[in-house]
């Protein structure tokens, strides 16, 4: 049996701490999709551990850990995070495990990324200039170098030929920057990554799912932000929503059963794009404040506007969610009255339906208002024990999307979770 857990929103929504609060009921927790742009935020022993590659259910003992194929893995970035969670006393060698057909991030493929970008200029689409987009342009392109090329013989002519096409590439940039030392940092941390556990991932998950194991299928990002059905083009490259498990892990639809979505209390987005819902005024920044809304990976400082139903219920219907988690609920603690969009209005008209092309629409969001809780929610123990105006909201919520809100966060600590 697969459960499905993944963003709704433009990311950012806290799927690291729920990964880490699910994950002891699962046998496997396995990344699908997406690369080091990820950021899953976890509080370990009172330290903060921002994952970028790891499946979050690295601290839990008893718990082994995928890095799918669908996933893009940077080489450097994957070594220097396992020694962070190295040195909080996890031994990688017993529960991590990384499918060889994994696509391989290389130093010319981030010196890509940064040239394409700051070509780009005023419609630059806010890349992380990590590798990931021409990375998967290459998997596209059937270029690309896998995990398992690393253990080839030949993996450095194989390097070779790839880095040739891409210098070519280059050529056509105003992009002169010497990568020798980041190529010097590769060929060190594929030296490291020959020494993990590298397998089929299709049948090594297969197998565990024949013998009745249950997985957590772990999405990044966030589901507008999917290269089909996102806020194109200012989106990844990848799959984000539920659909992508299944190829990103070698797994047949028939053993997905519940998709768990994940969507903050309101909406951030980090980078360029249509954001309808978008508050750039005090209130916005009162939110960005109460909220430390700042990239776990890019450390930006995130948009920040009121939930957005209307993007919440199209990202539903796409993944066929069952179940809701609602993170930073306490975060509109700060607010006398709480606003959620409940319709778009475009050219006079109201839809509820996400446009074709939102990116360049003028669309104003329709708001209902509800009244704000007088008390601070962070120290509820309950669900039961939230504010009655809370709850009404979240009621309403539950209402619009035809999703239960099954569970609430309620602050970063890791028994800040409320199960309804």
């Known amino acids: 049996m697969v459960d499905v857990l993944l963003g709704l929103q433009w990311g950012d929504e806290g799927k690291g701490k729920i990964v880490d609060y699910f994950a002891g009921k699962y046998d496997i927790i396995a990344r699908f999709q997406g690369g080091p742009n990820a950021g899953h935020t976890l509080y370990v022993n009172n330290q903060k551990v921002v994952l970028h590659t790891i499946p979050s259910g690295v601290f839990h003992g008893n718990t082994l850990n995928l890095i799918g194929n669908g996933v893009v893995l940077d080489p450097v970035t994957f070594r220097k995070e396992c020694e962070k969670v190295s040195e909080l006393g996890i031994d990688l060698k017993k529960n991590l495990y990384i499918a060889e057909k994994t696509h391989i991030i290389v130093p010319t493929h981030r010196a890509l990324d940064k040239a394409s970008e700051l070509a780009k200029g005023q419609e ?78 299709e049948y090594w998950l297969n197998q565990y799912l024949t013998a009745g194991k249950k997985v957590l299928a772990e999405g990044a990002q966030g589901s507008m932000l999917d290269v089909d059905f996102g806020t194109y083009p200012f989106v990844t490259s990848s799959n984000t929503i539920s659909a992508g498990v299944c190829t990103g892990l070698g797994v047949a639809p028939k053993w997905i059963k519940e998709v768990i ?77 709480v606003e959620a969009c409940v319709a778009y209005e475009i050219n006079g008209i109201e839809t509820k339906e996400m446009p074709y092309q939102i990116n360049g629409l003028t669309i104003k969001p329709v708001l209902q208002s509800f009244p704000g809780w007088s008390e601070p929610t962070a120290a509820a123990s309950s669900y039961a024990a939230l504010p009655g105006e809370m709850k009404n909201f979240l009621s309403f919520v539950e209402s619009y999307l035809g999703v239960p809100v099954q569970f609430v966060s309620n602050g970063p600590g890791r028994d800040q979770i409320l199960e309804k």
Request: hydrophobic share 35%; proline share 3%.
């Open 124 to 201: 630059k689409i806010g890349s992380t200039l990590k590798g990931i987009g021409p990375a998967y342009m290459d998997k596209t392109g059937r270029n690309g170098l896998r995990v398992g090329d690393v253990l080839s013989p030949n993996f450095k002519e194989l390097y070779e030929k790839l880095k040739a096409k891409h210098l070519q590439l280059l050529a056509n940039y105003d992009f002169s920057e010497d990568i020798s030392e980041w190529e010097k940092d590769f060929f060190e941390a594929v030296e490291f990554l020959r020494t993990m556990n590298i397998v089929s991932g």
């Open 261 to 337: 979505g994940v969507t903050k209390a309101y909406c951030t987005r980090v980078g360029s794009g249509a954001f309808p819902t978008e508050l750039e005024d005090e209130t916005g920044e009162t939110l960005r404040k109460a909220g430390h809304e700042f990239g776990a990976t890019t450390g930006r400082p995130r948009r920040c506007g009121w939930i957005d139903l209307v993007a919440l219920d199209y990202t539903c219907m796409l993944s066929g969610v069952t179940q809701l988690v609602m993170t930073k609920s306490d975060v509109l603690d700060a607010f006398g009255t």
